[in-house]
């Protein structure tokens, strides 16, 4: 099925250990985006790819790096993880950077560090 | 900068008509949309709008007011599969920055 596949669905990592989240959309898509939700404050943008070969920060975007690896595959890595990163991460897609028409997410990977 | 306010809890009965509302403050508004996410789930996109008026999908409404920097979401004939989360959202540029969500609780 069409979509965006994200991998792992679920991790727990120790403080200081690193990881990487993978993402990949099958749609086309031009732009990916990176979120995290924590209780209560919605959705907020960490990283984001606007067309390959591009990235920019996004609203919180300290403690991460990214990687456009080619159109399909946007990688999320967490150098040194902290306990603040523990969070649901969701990944996302839209055919261009300013289409108005909305994103297509992936299932989300659901992070713990203790 | 752009914020959006949104009520963080609405509680309904089934087979009611729900409204909940968005308000916006942003530079370079371009349209506001509406996500629905399920516990556990994935955000998923429910409608847009650019331009002031209704938009009607199914027992679903969005409506965008852009002289009041005003929208809302429109739910009718309730189900208790609609208990979810509702996020309003606006494009900024080429990202879009999301409000902190309506829980919508649904009575049977």
């Known amino acids: 099925n069409a979509g965006v596949t994200q991998t792992p669905k679920f991790q727990v990592l120790k403080t200081g250990q690193s990881m990487t989240l993978q993402c990949a959309q099958d749609?086309?898509?031009?732009?990916m985006y990176w979120y995290r939700q924590d209780p209560g404050m919605g959705l907020r943008l960490i990283y984001y790819?606007?067309?390959?070969?591009?990235?920019d920060k996004g609203e919180v975007p300290n403690g991460y790096n990214v990687s456009r690896l080619n159109k399909r595959e946007f990688s999320l890595r967490l150098e040194s993880a902290a306990p603040s990163q523990t969070s649901v991460y969701f990944c996302?897609?839209?055919?261009?950077?300013?289409?108005?028409?909305?994103?297509?997410f992936g299932s989300g990977t659901r992070l713990t560090v203790v | 900068g752009q914020s959006l306010e949104q009520p963080s809890e609405v509680t309904a009965v089934e087979g009611a008509i729900v409204q909940i509302n968005c308000t916006y403050q942003?530079?370079?508004?371009?349209?506001l949309s509406w996500y629905q996410q399920h516990d556990g789930g994935a955000p998923t996109f429910l409608s847009y709008?650019?331009?002031?008026g209704l938009e009607e999908t199914g027992r679903f409404s969005s409506f965008l007011s852009r002289s009041d920097s005003y929208g809302y979401l429109l739910l009718q004939e309730l189900q208790m599969k609609d208990s979810a989360s509702y996020f309003c959202a606006v494009r900024r540029d080429d990202k879009i920055i999301f409000g902190k969500g309506t829980r919508l609780h649904i009575l049977p």
């Open positions: 709008n650019a331009l002031d």
């Open positions: 996302a897609s839209r055919i261009g950077p300013t289409t108005d028409y909305g994103y297509t």
């Open positions: 749609m086309n898509h031009n732009s």
């Open positions: 942003t530079s370079g508004f371009y349209g």
């Open positions: 790819s606007a067309s390959e070969g591009t990235t």
